[in-house]
């Protein structure tokens, strides 16, 4: 299979804020030119595992290795000028910008000298445009539109090809599909195949299982912050990861657990608040 | 790696189809305000009589408006950068009682009191700047806190260094024609004065690559920090643009009335953000333009100067005013929906 040495790998990463455990053991290598796709129900832990991959969060124990070596981010920016990009549910964030100056935004093109330099708008607008058409979104065509009028899915595929215009070798997708229709997730879903074509090393995070398997070349499932399943494509079929992301696992511990406060508080339910504690991240 | 899309199929990205160009134009930040100052323009053109269409009319709105438009401008910066700034009604007193207190009282060089006045100004800023980035409390709060602050101090220290609370000061002849002359006998030099900084500040917000910057606090400041924009230091900088900009009035006030007040300057805190939202700048931030906020400080003047060369009651402007106000954010959303929804011809099918 695939012998690359992984681009970006974790190994048994615990975090826990103060008292609560969020991340157990969790063990995961991403190559280029591959997608690992993270599966997992709300509350699984996955957004306290992307932002300790994006450098927001530092893991309590355990190791990051880029290439090979350890790492330590010292914060989000640290791990993007790493070649870490993570691109979030809704992409583009300044609706009322234009694309080609959201597509540059704090690193806008200039020309000029000294004092004088200019926001070179013409250069990045072509630039921008060009780098999602590359992607195979040609209905963009026009750099001075704004963000705010493209699709969910035009917007995520220009946060995606300006993570990859930028240099990004990891590219962390963050629930890329969820607001989406099926015509649109097909749009970005096809853009992190292409992003995969070009050697980027993807991690996809999902519930929808159906879209996981439609990209990715290995699977994790998350839950309660520990990895519960970990294979390859192909070896499991889509209705067995439906029933471990769900966890009949799951529903057993809660309903003990809510069988176990009754019995300790004259027969009250537990307030959510009490049950969602330990995967509150 | 064969990239799908063959440079030949990428269509020009200037385009000169007439319709399309009208179109764009009809989204642009500053066009709601355009229209409405031909508006009001035309209405006391035919109302306001011939006094009003001549060069002393025009005088007494221009003379308004630069005031207010040098305290407008920085407020626009800071409203398309999400923040509110309320303290310049207290800066402006404060700045024109330090300058005539070093000067006037102290008997000091011009140059001396204004430099006083000015970094009163900017020392404001920085502290508005300063509890905005380092607390999580709104600018609304934080300003009107340093407002009430910087007003108490300069009744208090007025009073008790000058033992009134006015302060009169007669400006060397230099100072005056800079900072407090007429021109022609009506013009006064602040118009210049906001030209300058019209020009300033459109270079900073529209060609300058700090624009986008402050389009990108505006729109979403998490992300902006997040692409390495120094958030912190744009904002702090913004908020000392502004506290300048007042004290900068306020030097000028004392300039040209040769006396300065404690209570000159409230006036000014709602007329400036009215002005800036009269002039298509979008509340939430992220959205507007200088020249809108030029319009819309042009608007607001003529309005409030108009009323007095017709018939009709001078109440009647306030009552305009507000109208317009209404309006203007009405069609401020609307324009902003015109300028999502805009697409190319294909786009426009989706």
Known sequence: MNDKPAILELKNVNKSFGPIDVLHDISLRVRAGEVLCLLGDNGAGKSTLIKTLAGVHKPTSGQILMDGQPVAFTGPSDAQGRGIATVHQFGGTFPLMSIGRSFFVGVEPTKGWGPFKIYDRKRANEIAVKAVRDFGITRIDDGDRLVGGLSGGERQSLAIARAVHFGARVLILDEPTAALGVKQASHVLRIVNEAKKRGLAVVFITHQVMHGMAVGDHFAVLIRGAIAADFRKGEKSREEITDLMAGGETMADLEAQVEGYMETHEGHPPSPKVLEAPAAH | ?350
């Open chain 2, 1 to 350: 790696m064969a990239h799908p899309v063959a440079s030949t199929s990428t269509p020009a990205l200037e385009r000169t189809h007439p319709g399309l160009a009208l179109g764009r134009l009809a989204r642009r930040p500053e066009s709601g305000s355009f229209l409405g100052m031909v508006a009001v323009l035309l209405f006391f053109g035919v109302f306001g009589g011939s006094s009003f269409m001549s060069a002393a009319g025009a005088a007494s709105w221009l003379n308004i408006a630069s005031e207010i438009g040098i305290i407008a401008l920085p407020i626009g910066l800071l409203m398309i950068a999400g923040e509110l700034d309320i303290s310049v009604g207290a800066v402006i007193p404060a700045a024109s009682l330090t300058a005539a207190i070093v000067s006037g009282h102290y008997g000091l060089p011009d140059w001396l009191g204004i430099t006083a006045a000015l970094g009163l100004g900017l020392a404001v800023g920085f502290i508005n700047g300063l509890f905005v980035t380092k607390t999580t409390i709104p600018s609304l709060i934080i300003t009107i806190g340093t407002m009430f602050g910087t007003m108490g101090l300069t009744l208090g220290l007025t009073v008790k260094i000058a033992g009134s609370t006015g302060v009169s000061l007669v400006p060397d002849p230099l100072t005056k024609e800079i900072l407090g002359d007429y021109l022609d006998g009506m013009f006064q030099v602040t118009i210049l004065w906001w030209v300058v900084l019209i020009a300033g500040l459109f270079w900073l917000l529209h060609v300058s690559p700090i624009g986008n910057w402050i389009y990108a606090l505006g729109g979403d400041k998490e992300s902006a920090r997040n692409v390495g924009i120094p958030t912190k230091r744009l904002t702090i900088g913004l908020f000392m643009l502004s506290g300048f900009s007042a004290a900068f009035v306020g030097v000028s006030e004392v300039m040209v009335y040769q006396s300065a007040q404690v209570l000159a300057g409230q006036s000014f805190i709602f007329n400036s953000i009215m002005c800036v939202v009269i002039g298509g700048v979008l509340l939430t931030g992220g959205f507007g333009s200088i020249v809108g906020i030029v319009f819309g400080t042009l608007t607001f003047s003529i309005v409030n100067q108009g009323i007095y060369f017709t018939s009709l009651d001078p109440n009647v402007g306030s009552i305009i005013i507000g109208a317009l106000l209404l309006i203007a954010v009405l069609t401020n959303d609307t324009f902003r929906q015109l300028a999502l929804s805009y697409s190319s011809k294909r786009g426009g099918q989706s």
